[in-house]
């Protein structure tokens, strides 16, 4: 949707008061931003964690996050000042090093299937490896 002239006088009065003509004079342009919506979140969880699916793949291991686990990062990983940005963080620091740990270690073999889900202190990470032939 789009933003109200309104909304943008105002923020243009506030810049007006907050910031010194010099640093103003050096300003472009303003864009003004809706906040983002827990869909939306949810969607950019998604994009960042196909980048991860999709690097699992190479190796032979499939990636399932359940819709209550995509909830969790998309309520955990945002914050309404930064954006979307720490949700990369979150990802990085809650799922990919504990799936990269255990590639490393063994834990993780060609084939399996690592399932995200919610549990009780956060995400919970399982694998399940495929059986002997």
Do not use: C, W
Not at 13 to 22: I, K, L, T
């Amino acid at each position: 949707g789009a933003i109200s002239e309104e909304a943008r006088r105002a923020v243009t009065a506030e810049m007006r008061r907050e910031f010194r003509p010099e640093f103003l004079n050096r300003v472009d342009d303003v864009l003004l931003f809706k906040p983002l919506t827990l869909p939306e979140i949810e969607r950019i969880v998604d994009l960042l964690t196909a980048d991860l699916r999709r690097r699992l793949e190479d190796r032979g291991v499939r990636l399932e996050m359940t819709e209550a686990a995509r909830a969790l990062v998309a309520r955990e990983g945002f914050d309404p000042v930064f954006g979307a940005r720490p949700l990369k963080r979150y990802l990085q620091h809650e799922l990919e090093t504990r799936i990269g740990r255990a590639l490393i270690s063994g834990e993780i073999q060609e084939g399996a299937a690592i399932r995200v889900d919610e549990g009780p202190r956060g995400l919970e990470v399982r694998v399940e490896n495929p059986g002997p032939e």
